[in-house]
């Protein structure tokens, strides 16, 4: 099986695939026509990726592409859309990096109460201002708003616990028990989370339901002087509304990411959140950037680029349907003899009758098998009793149907 990584991977890594039996084409930086070019001259099977966009074109270079694996968790820069069209499988590494993202959170934090940033800069052009800097607020009992309770948002919280802080929290997932069992409290939504906190700080995945979801609304509903920290995606944060609450509510703030960033490692760039007056601190949307992080990345990269190799599935994928969508299933137990799932399928497709999901699995012995075989809807008592009845090697035939409401 062939693999093209396009963008910067841990050397071991590669060695493992390689160890593996996987012939690896290792091209860091490809991007636009690039990137197509090589998904097609490789021929490649799995694309793996960090930060490169991956777009319809690349999709459709190459027949052979089966798999694009994000080495992290974010998959806002592959086109799932046009992937899932193609039957092409896209996967990430989730949770992997929240102990750095969630290291990178409580600096800028604690950065920004010391206002570290002006202390370094003030004693590195000759200037003594103890006054100055001695107002820090401390953490300790002060209130932190955690936006978003995914495993990023749990390890921010956890180490929000070593800082003696109270802790209010939202998810879209979150519920009041939760909540509870994670010693949290539980706020009805974001605005909620805003008016009870001290110290916000934003952990949601980019997604049409969370585009500006911190907005001026929000964002109003804070105290004068609370901070906002943003170290998820640029997406979920109004930037313009942040700026004008910065200058006109005295809110200080620190972002790992931007709008508009840069595709490249490194070059002039213009953060306008950065000329807002006041203190803002911003970072190179290094969340993930830690050794740690990286090479639990890559451990878990090689895993799934394994695990797709024997089973043609692997965990993680963002676009692949439960099996109970279909919401119906026909389980035939036969006899382990060749011919048995063709006198299925043939009927299903006769009969109209669309197979969503399928698995045959060969019990103990290898005498006998089961088929769970999801279908689109119902076939009639006449198709069901035809494939029981119509190869001498069906033991049973049950339809399993969703409860009535």
Same mark, same amino acid.
């Given at each position: 099986m062939k693999i093209l990584i396009a963008d910067k991977f841990e050397s071991w890594g590669i060695e493992?695939?390689?160890?593996?039996?996987?012939?690896?084409?290792?091209?860091?930086?490809?991007?636009? =026509? &690039?990137?197509?070019?090589?998904? /097609?001259?490789?021929?490649?099977? +799995?694309?793996?990726?960090?930060?490169?966009?991956?777009?319809?074109?690349a999709l459709g270079a190459s027949p052979h592409l089966?798999?694009?694996?994000?080495?992290?968790?974010g998959y806002n820069t592959i086109d799932v859309a046009t992937a899932s069209r193609r039957g092409i499988l896209v996967a990430n590494c989730p949770g992997k990096n929240a102990i750095?993202?969630?290291?990178?959170?409580?600096?800028?934090?604690?950065?920004?109460?010391?206002?570290?940033?002006e202390n370094v800069v003030d004693l590195r052009a000759g200037q003594w201002n103890k006054k100055e800097y001695s107002e820090a607020r401390g953490l300790k009992d002060r209130t932190l708003g955690v936006i978003g309770t995914g495993q990023i948002g749990r390890a921010v919280i956890d180490r929000a616990r070593a800082?003696?802080?109270?802790?209010?929290?939202?998810?879209?997932?979150?519920?009041?028990?939760?909540? =509870? &069992?994670?010693?949290?409290?539980? /706020?009805?939504?974001?605005?909620? +989370?805003a008016e009870r906190c001290d110290i916000l700080t934003i952990h949601l995945a980019a997604a049409t339901e969370t585009l500006n979801?911190?907005?001026?609304?929000?964002?109003?509903?804070?105290?004068?002087?609370?901070?906002?920290?943003?170290?998820?995606r640029a997406d979920v944060l109004d930037y313009a509304a942040l700026a004008a609450a910065v200058r006109e509510r005295k809110l200080r703030a620190a972002v790992d990411v931007f709008p508009g960033e840069p595709k490249v490692g490194a070059?002039?760039?213009?953060?306008?959140?950065?000329?807002?007056?006041?203190v803002v601190y911003g970072t190179h949307h290094i969340g993930a950037s830690t050794e740690q992080a990286q090479n639990a990345i890559a451990a878990e990269a090689v895993r799934l680029v394994r695990q797709f190799r024997a089973s043609g599935v692997c965990d993680h994928c963002v676009n692949v349907a439960p099996w109970s969508a279909a919401g119906r299933m026909l389980i035939v137990r036969h006899h382990n003899q060749p011919g048995v799932l063709a006198?299925?399928?043939?009927?299903?497709?006769?009969?109209?009758?669309?197979?969503?999901?399928?698995?045959?699995?060969?019990?103990?012995?290898?005498?006998?098998?089961?088929?769970?075989?999801?279908v689109s809807r119902a076939p009639d008592a006449a198709v069901v009793d035809a494939i029981r009845t119509g190869n001498e090697h069906v033991l049973a035939v049950e339809l399993l149907q969703p409860a009535a409401v």
């Amino acid at each position: 099986m062939k693999i093209l990584i396009a963008d910067k991977f841990e050397s071991w890594g590669i060695e493992e695939l390689k160890k593996s039996g996987f012939e690896v084409a290792y091209e860091p930086g490809l991007k636009d =026509a &690039a990137l197509r070019d090589a998904v /097609a001259s490789t021929r490649c099977a +799995v694309l793996i990726v960090r930060s490169t966009v991956v777009g319809a074109d690349a999709l459709g270079a190459s027949p052979h592409l089966s798999l694009v694996l994000r080495a992290g968790a974010g998959y806002n820069t592959i086109d799932v859309a046009t992937a899932s069209r193609r039957g092409i499988l896209v996967a990430n590494c989730p949770g992997k990096n929240a102990i750095a993202v969630a290291e990178l959170t409580f600096a800028l934090i604690l950065a920004l109460d010391r206002r570290i940033v002006e202390n370094v800069v003030d004693l590195r052009a000759g200037q003594w201002n103890k006054k100055e800097y001695s107002e820090a607020r401390g953490l300790k009992d002060r209130t932190l708003g955690v936006i978003g309770t995914g495993q990023i948002g749990r390890a921010v919280i956890d180490r929000a616990r070593a800082f003696e802080m109270n802790v209010v929290a939202w998810s879209r997932s979150l519920t009041a028990e939760a909540a =509870a &069992a994670m010693n949290v409290r539980y /706020a009805a939504g974001p605005a909620e +989370v805003a008016e009870r906190c001290d110290i916000l700080t934003i952990h949601l995945a980019a997604a049409t339901e969370t585009l500006n979801l911190i907005n001026a609304d929000v964002l109003n509903r804070l105290r004068p002087g609370s901070y906002v920290i943003n170290t998820a995606r640029a997406d979920v944060l109004d930037y313009a509304a942040l700026a004008a609450a910065v200058r006109e509510r005295k809110l200080r703030a620190a972002v790992d990411v931007f709008p508009g960033e840069p595709k490249v490692g490194a070059g002039p760039f213009v953060a306008e959140i950065m000329q807002a007056g006041g203190v803002v601190y911003g970072t190179h949307h290094i969340g993930a950037s830690t050794e740690q992080a990286q090479n639990a990345i890559a451990a878990e990269a090689v895993r799934l680029v394994r695990q797709f190799r024997a089973s043609g599935v692997c965990d993680h994928c963002v676009n692949v349907a439960p099996w109970s969508a279909a919401g119906r299933m026909l389980i035939v137990r036969h006899h382990n003899q060749p011919g048995v799932l063709a006198h299925v399928l043939t009927h299903l497709s006769r009969a109209h009758v669309n197979v969503e999901h399928m698995e045959n699995v060969i019990v103990a012995g290898e005498q006998a098998a089961y088929a769970r075989i999801c279908v689109s809807r119902a076939p009639d008592a006449a198709v069901v009793d035809a494939i029981r009845t119509g190869n001498e090697h069906v033991l049973a035939v049950e339809l399993l149907q969703p409860a009535a409401v």
